[in-house]
């Protein structure tokens, strides 16, 4: 304090500054427009989105650096107060909890005078699914098989931490059917065990099939068959289009057998029987076509499979018994 005399009176300066004289936070104005917008709008179940959220004034100019806007999530976390830089822009990111559906993300002025809204897509569902059995060949022992399924969401993308179950007609999953998450990768991975008791019957062939769930609520899902080789051929082809031009299909012949083998290819459009192993063929037309193969031995025991696909070539796929 300062004690100054005046006229007989005591005067008492403070020296302590003015209340409200600290620089107050911006607020937005009557009439603000909001934008918002978050980068993916789809991400895993346990990802993360980009929030950007823009701010004009009532003339078109950006909001004051520093107005503040206020931030909420239906499910996940994402911070409750963020400022605009001097464009009007303000910048966070969205976590999602492992919880899948869609959610609503919505900001709002300090008055809430200026609100907006924009939905995330949390746990992508699958679109295709590939599995692919190693070996793809046993013995009438049996064996163990190792399961890899790779799961692509509808943009191609790899999704981690997805649901998937693997089925099988004859044998035992170490998994025991119930549900694997894919890793980081998309990659989902089981064993299926076959004992020479699960092949007593005499079977020819193990099916196993992957699904998963689609992003419109329905199942996805890929199979594979594991070959049992026993004393007759059996027939088993894969097929791809390995080029850019996907009416040109590449023919791989998974077949088994004791002896000299002889193949006998027919490739569904009315062209020449191919005895070649892995024959690549080309279609002009496009439309569904079923290819079928016939193996035989040297003894004159055959088998025959079969696949069906549609031109041009989305996918490859295997054959069936």
């Known amino acids: ?64 650096p520093g107005t503040e806007i206020r931030l909420t999530a239906e499910r996940g976390t994402i911070p409750s107060i963020v400022t605009v830089d001097s464009s009007g822009t303000a910048t966070t990111t969205f976590h999602a909890d492992g919880r899948s559906g869609d959610v609503k993300v919505s900001a709002a002025t300090g008055g809430g005078d200026a609100k907006a809204e924009t939905s995330i897509t949390v746990g992508n569902g699958a679109k295709t699914i590939t599995l692919q059995p190693t070996p793809t060949t046993l013995p009438s022992t049996g064996g163990d098989v190792s399961l890899l399924a790779v799961i692509r969401d509808s943009s191609g993308q790899l999704l981690p931490n997805q649901g998937v179950n693997f089925t099988t007609d004859l044998g035992t999953l170490a998994s025991g059917g119930k549900t694997v998450n894919t890793n980081s990768q998309g990659v989902a991975k089981d064993t299926l065990r076959v004992s020479s008791t699960d092949l007593l019957n005499n079977a020819t062939a193990v099916h196993v099939t992957v699904q998963s769930a689609g992003s419109d609520g329905a199942l996805v899902s890929a199979s594979a068959t594991i070959q049992v080789v026993t004393g007759r051929p059996v027939a088993h082809f894969t097929y791809d289009a390995p080029g850019s031009d996907k009416r040109q299909v590449q023919f791989h012949n998974m077949s088994t057998g004791v002896g000299t083998l002889t193949y006998q290819w027919d490739f569904g459009d009315g062209s020449a029987v191919s005895n070649e192993q892995n024959p690549l063929h080309t279609y002009t037309a496009d439309k569904q076509y079923t290819v079928q193969l016939t193996v035989t031995d040297s ?23």
């Open 1 to 64: 304090m300062n004690y100054r005399a005046v006229a007989g009176l005591l005067l008492v300066v403070s020296l302590l500054p003015v209340a409200g004289c600290d620089k107050a936070t911006p607020v937005a104005p009557s009439g603000t427009i909001l934008t918002i917008s978050a980068n993916p709008s789809q991400i895993a179940l346990n990802g993360t989105s980009t929030i950007t959220v823009v701010g004009r004034k009532p003339d078109g100019n950006p909001l004051n």
């Open 299 to 321: 003894n004159n025991n055959a088998s025959v499979t079969s696949a069906t696909f549609t031109i041009p070539l989305a996918t490859g796929g295997n054959s069936t018994p």
